[in-house]
């Protein structure tokens, strides 16, 4: 069983900057795609960046375009969200997802293995 591990949460300013961090174990072999997933309260789960393997695809949201970096190291087997120029409206709970698709998938539905999430927090 494939598990993912996020960390890297905290709480921020706006303006600030934090870096996530997935981490991922067990048999992660046919998983193409890793994908950062966040819930604000109230609101439903959004995709904000997604990478495949090889990093031969990567999707930003609009909403996050030019201010988070999603990068991958597959030798640490880790995936990481770097998170710039943050705004009150980041805020939520930021969840890793695998995906065995060869695409980016910007569905939730399409993701079979979740880490628990992180906390990000951003105060204005």
């Known amino acids: 069983q494939v598990q993912l591990v996020e960390s890297g949460g905290d709480l921020v300013q706006a303006g600030g900057s934090l870096r996530l961090s997935c981490v991922a174990s067990?048999?992660?072999?046919?998983?193409?795609?890793i994908a950062w997933f966040r819930q604000a309260p109230g609101k439903e789960r959004e995709i904000v960046a997604g990478?495949?393997?090889?990093?031969?695809?990567?999707y930003y949201a609009d909403s996050v375009k030019g201010r988070f970096t999603i990068s991958r190291d597959n030798a640490k087997m880790t995936v990481y969200l770097q998170m710039n120029s943050l705004k009150p409206e980041d805020t939520g709970v930021y969840y890793c997802?695998?995906?065995?698709?060869?695409?980016?998938?910007?569905?939730?539905?399409?993701?079979?293995?979740w880490g628990q999430g992180t906390q990000v927090t951003v105060s204005s």
């Open positions: 990478v495949s393997r090889g990093s031969l695809s990567i």
């Open positions: 067990g048999r992660a072999i046919g998983f193409f795609v």
């Open positions: 997802a695998a995906s065995t698709s060869a695409a980016i998938d910007r569905h939730p539905d399409a993701y079979v293995t």
